[in-house]
């Protein structure tokens, strides 16, 4: 790197941190997830507004890559702190409500995708038509964890039933999602070899829980000093990040796969003294990934064609999602209110969305007007938990947007 691309790598980093901050502080003013404001802000310094001069003047050619670096290196810090949350198996008698959520929440959703992506491919032109049509129906399905955990502990249900259905059926539906995704990926490779590589995240799987998970396991149990320990799962992070990468798969999938082993029974003062300086590292990074996302998005050129696939992308996505979860969680025994309340905050996709999305387009089943549709359609959704929230608590004759947090952690009617 020149001195030139150094300094301009500096100003780059220090302008979306601060930019990432202000847009996200605005976001909470409004009474929407930081996560909104953040996206918004990456779309703004793409090429949607002035043609792209923007962008070009602050963001350089000879520095994007070395951007995309550090993007990566958030996004796998941030896909681990992910993982590593899903811990969440609900309450014994909440589980049958659970599964039902997670399977209708996801299956609806996965085929009203499907069924608009055959519409769709006949004027895309994805890679491959299979992997288009299973590609779409996964990321429809999904539900942002990170983003849903935030907003309920912002609304105060994180000791309710609710709060605890729409937790754990997100974390199932994201570990059925990322594993549909990197099957995806398998299949929409265009080199015969592309098509075995996958083959070999069977056998990793099976040593990352079978021998690395109790290593970490004497690990966190141990007298390890915590800079040694973060030390060690920093390093396997990236390792593992980079290994399903040379697989021909994403490096967010190993990532994933190695917050997913960590120990659950660790004390919460281990795990917070492990969180905590990647969830800095990440805050740190993982803006830079908004930055990447707002080069792809040229809202400017999305034509009429390009509204109606978009029309016809947020329609499904919502309608497959709040009525999945909502006829799940009535046929698992909650009543009318509380099953409005999960559907809308399953309805959430934020960052985990995007990350779908930016696979999508980097595999060629997402071209760039159907990319910016679907981001578009990840914000609007994202943006609709807090109005719905409040709307749904105005009709029950509820105060605030916090109002469901009196909800006592109800016992589960059987149906």
């Known amino acids: 790197m020149t001195d030139h691309q150094v300094a301009m790598l500096l100003v780059d980093v220090a ?7 202000a847009a996200g502080f605005l976001a909470r003013k409004l009474g929407q997830p930081a996560v909104v404001g953040e996206i918004v802000a990456g779309i703004a310094v793409g090429p949607t507004l002035f043609g792209g001069v923007l962008t070009r003047w602050l963001f350089p050619d000879d520095v994007r890559p070395f951007l995309s670096a550090l993007a990566n290196i958030g996004l796998a810090l941030f896909m681990f702190l992910v993982g590593m949350g899903i811990e969440h198996a609900g309450a014994a008698g909440t589980r049958r409500a659970v599964a039902a959520v997670a399977i209708g929440s996801a299956a609806l959703p996965f085929g009203l ?19 288009f049509v299973l590609f779409v129906g996964v990321t429809l399905s999904i539900t942002a964890f990170p983003v849903l955990a935030r907003i309920i502990a912002e609304r105060r249900l994180t000791r309710t039933a609710v709060g605890t259905i729409a937790l754990s059926a997100a ?14 990926q398998a299949v929409s490779a265009q080199d015969f070899g592309a098509h075995w590589q996958p083959l070999l995240l069977i056998p990793f799987v099976a040593v990352m829980f079978g021998a690395v998970r109790p290593l970490l396991n004497r690990l966190l149990a141990g007298a390890t000093p915590p800079a040694a320990t973060v030390t060690v799962i920093f390093t396997g992070v990236l390792a593992t990040a980079a290994a399903t990468q040379l697989m021909g798969l994403h490096l967010v999938f190993g990532a994933f796969l190695f917050g997913l082993i960590m120990p659950k029974s660790a004390t919460r003062e281990v795990r917070e003294s492990l969180t905590r300086p990647l969830e800095v590292a990440t805050k740190l990074l993982l803006p830079v990934y908004f930055v990447i996302t707002g080069f792809n998005v040229d809202l400017s050129r999305l034509g009429l064609a390009g509204v109606v696939d978009l029309g016809l992308v947020v329609a499904l996505a919502i309608l497959g999602k709040y009525a999945g ?3 799940g969680a009535r046929a698992g025994g909650l009543p009318a209110e509380r099953s409005a309340v999960i559907a809308t905050l399953m309805n959430t996709r934020g960052l985990t969305e995007l990350i779908a999305l930016g696979i999508g387009l980097q595999t060629g089943l ?12 990840a914000i609007i959704t994202t943006a609709m938990a807090g109005p719905l929230l409040a709307l749904i608590a105005r009709r029950a004759g509820r105060q605030g947007l916090d109002a469901f947090g009196d909800l006592e952690p109800v016992r589960v009617r059987q149906p």
């Open 15 to 21: 302008l979306v941190i601060a930019l990432a901050g």
């Open 113 to 131: 995708g499907a069924g608009v992506a055959c519409y769709l491919a006949g004027h895309h032109q994805p890679v491959s038509r299979t992997g």
């Open 171 to 184: 974390a199932v539906c994201d570990v059925v999602a990322w594993t549909m995704l990197a099957f995806v």
């Open 366 to 377: 997402l071209d760039q007007q159907l990319y910016g549709a679907m981001v578009l359609m």
């Open 325 to 327: 979860a909502y006829a």
